[in-house]
């Protein structure tokens, strides 16, 4: 069974930078996309930004220009390095990868780390 690990998070102030990881604990899993989604309180969940397995990233309008999303493959670890954070209060981030060892693949989730941008 393949778990996804986050890490990173906690308090930053308006203005700072944070980056979070997501990894995959199957060394043997191909990931063909990694996707990080956020959710405010009493908000609908957000894809904030994707890279596929050929480097292709996308993102949200909202955070282009101050969120990267890149992956480390022989870590099988994707990353969200996030600038110029805004005080939205609390936002759990969530990490999802579409992957596996064989077909077919499967979607896995990260238990979801907290960012709260606050001064």
């Known amino acids: 069974q393949v778990q996804l690990v986050e890490s990173g998070g906690g308090l930053v102030q308006p203005g700072g930078s944070m980056r979070l990881s997501c990894t995959a604990s199957e060394s043997r899993v191909k990931i063909t996309v990694t996707r990080w989604y956020r959710q405010a309180a009493g908000k609908e969940r957000e894809l904030v930004a994707a890279?596929?397995?050929?480097?292709?990233?996308s993102y949200a309008d909202s955070v282009k220009g101050r969120f990267t999303i890149t992956r480390d493959s022989a870590k099988n670890t994707a990353y969200l390095h996030k600038n110029g954070l805004r005080p939205d209060g609390t936002t759990i981030y969530l990490c999802?990868?579409?992957?596996?060892?064989?077909?077919?693949?499967?979607?896995?989730w990260g238990q979801g780390t907290q960012l709260i941008v606050s001064s």
């Open positions: 890279i596929t397995g050929t480097d292709i990233t």
């Open positions: 999802n990868m579409m992957g596996g060892i064989i077909p077919p693949f499967k979607d896995y």
